[in-house]
């Protein structure tokens, strides 16, 4: 039998608010991605970094970065 530590009466509401508050904050985190990437599309700098000598792997993943820092602060300010 396995034990429940941080829900003893199996209330579904404690299950519910952390996955809402996590599927929240991913949702904002791919949309802010999703958002930068295609404002860089529209003024064309998304090619220059593209081509640049830098890795453009780097790049993208700083933009990840910043929106999963958005994120967690909002999901910190939720719960």
Do not use: K
Request: with cysteine; hydrophobic share 50%; charged share 15%.
């Amino acid at each position: 039998m396995i034990d429940n530590w941080f829900n003893p009466n199996l209330d579904y509401r404690w299950f519910m608010l952390p996955n809402l508050v996590g599927m929240l904050s991913l949702g904002v985190a791919l949309m802010i991605t999703a958002l930068s990437v295609a404002r860089e599309r529209e003024l064309g700098t998304f090619d220059q970094t593209l081509v640049s000598p830098g890795d453009p792997g780097r790049d993208c993943a700083r933009q990840a970065a910043a929106a999963l820092l958005v994120a967690s602060v909002q999901a910190t300010l939720t719960c």
